[in-house]
């Protein structure tokens, strides 16, 4: 059974930053093969695609976010992160993490002003 974990969210500042984790486990051998990424959910109940590597050796950042935010994997760890710096009132949400079609639970992520 595939399960993706998110940690790392919490309460910070406008103008700090957060690393937020996924841990994957009951991959196999796939984790280095599927397009993974990073989505959260607004307290509007928006869903946006915030980071992801769509294969290829291709990297996606929301304009939004982009120069902020950085996306990394850790294969050998089965492990997929989010770097976010500079964070604004707008990131708050709950941010998920994805592979292929599996979801993880969320990890929230409060900015305040």
């Known amino acids: 059974q595939v399960q993706l974990v998110e940690s790392g969210g919490g309460l910070v500042q406008a103008g700090g930053s957060l690393r937020l984790s996924c841990l994957a486990s009951?991959?196999?051998?796939?984790?280095?093969?599927?397009?993974m990424g990073w989505y959260r959910q607004t307290p509007e109940n928006r869903r946006e695609l915030v980071a992801s590597?769509?294969?290829?050796?291709?990297?996606y950042y929301d304009d939004s976010v982009k120069g902020r935010f950085t996306i990394s994997r850790d294969n050998a760890k089965s492990s997929m992160y989010l770097q976010m710096n500079n964070l604004k009132s707008e990131d708050t949400g709950v941010y998920y993490c994805?592979?292929?079609?599996?979801w993880g639970q969320g990890t929230q992520v409060i900015v305040s002003s």
């Open positions: 994805a592979m292929d079609t599996f």
């Open positions: 009951g991959t196999g051998s796939i984790f280095s093969f599927n397009a």
């Open positions: 590597f769509p294969g290829g050796g291709r990297i």
